[in-house]
């Protein structure tokens, strides 16, 4: 069973495991050996156990893995048999790109409801979700059941409407402003900053190459 002991690094790669197991049964293969799946998803395979012993044992030696109820067991660890309903809060340039997106690929997590103190927006429904105003974001959280929100909103208010999100009761929150928001330890930040992104990835090449070895 998932505990919160796994660590950051193994629960980033499952997403990974499930699309290329997804992939296989998809195509009718019934099992895979862990070098296989090495191979695929470019994670060495002592990794792979390692990232699957937490998971208790999932694999028989000399046979592989079993694609199907590898699937199975990797479906109800990252919820993929339910739907998630998240909100995002401030819907300008980066919202509404996100509005947009609006993760078609994934039939298992969509933004059902969008934040905003613009008037000019709230009200409105944008890429198909409705834009509410802050005023009435504890009744909609509520009323949607949503535990997760996307933040967007500028960094000069980024830690007041964290407070905000923290007193209706928000559990996690996906960080895309490049302020680092402060939380109680009840509640998880997933910070998305794209801007360090791009120039940690500028910092390497101009240091490294296109190769860069130390990874
Ligand atoms: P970005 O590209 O970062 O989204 P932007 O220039 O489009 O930038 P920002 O000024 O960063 O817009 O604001 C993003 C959105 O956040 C705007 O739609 C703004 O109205 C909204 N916003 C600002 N303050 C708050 C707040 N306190 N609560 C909710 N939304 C807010």
Redesign the pocket.
């Known amino acids: 069973m998932v505990t919160s002991k796994i660590p950051h690094a193994t629960a980033k790669r499952l997403p990974i495991y499930y699309r290329y197991l997804h992939f296989l049964s998809d195509a009718g293969k019934q099992r895979i050996s862990s070098t296989e799946l090495a191979d695929a998803v470019k994670v060495d395979s002592a990794t792979i156990r390692r990232d699957f012993s937490y998971f208790g044992a999932l694999g028989k030696r000399g046979y592989g893995y079993d694609v199907d109820s590898l699937l199975a067991f990797f479906k109800k660890t990252l919820n993929q048999d339910q739907l998630t309903n998240v909100a995002l809060?401030?819907?300008?340039?980066?919202?509404?790109a996100l509005l947009n997106y609006n993760f078609h690929q994934s039939n298992n997590v969509r933004i059902s409801a969008a934040?905003?103190?613009?008037q000019d927006?709230t009200g409105t429904i944008q890429s198909s979700v409705p834009v509410y105003d802050?005023a009435d974001m504890k009744e909609q959280l509520t009323v949607q059941q949503i535990e997760i929100v996307i933040l967007?909103?500028?960094s000069s208010?980024a830690q007041?409407?964290t407070n905000e999100l923290v007193d209706v009761g928000i559990k996690g929150i996906l960080n895309f402003t490049p302020l680092r928001i402060t939380v109680p330890n009840t509640v998880r930040v997933q910070n998305v900053d794209l801007t360090n992104e791009l120039q940690t990835l500028i910092y390497f090449l101009n240091k490294f190459g296109d190769k860069d070895e130390t990874l």
């Open positions: 809060i401030g819907v300008g340039n980066l919202g509404h934040f905003d103190i613009n927006i802050m967007t909103v500028p208010v007041k409407v």
